[in-house]
């Protein structure tokens, strides 16, 4: 990924409140789809919905991402 975009998102990962902000909205966002997991019959969904999980976990190693992306 390109630097400037790591640099544009310094401020975001640096201020802790929202930084807790962005990681509560992902943790909301888990358990909604897990919810949808446990009662979806449909396979491709349930490929979906794993895919957005591990999306939005990544999003709890943003800060060191994208400190280490920046230098």
Do not use: C, F, W
Request: net charge positive; hydrophobic share 40%.
């Amino acid at each position: 990924m390109d630097k400037s975009i790591y640099r544009a998102l310094l401020p975001l990962v640096r201020d802790k409140e929202q930084m807790d902000r962005l990681l509560n909205y992902a943790n909301a966002r888990i358990e909604i789809a897990r919810k949808q997991l446990e009662i979806t019959r449909d396979h491709h969904r349930m490929i979906e919905l794993q895919g957005a999980v591990a999306e939005l976990r990544r999003l709890e190693t943003l800060r060191d991402e994208v400190i280490e992306g920046s230098k």
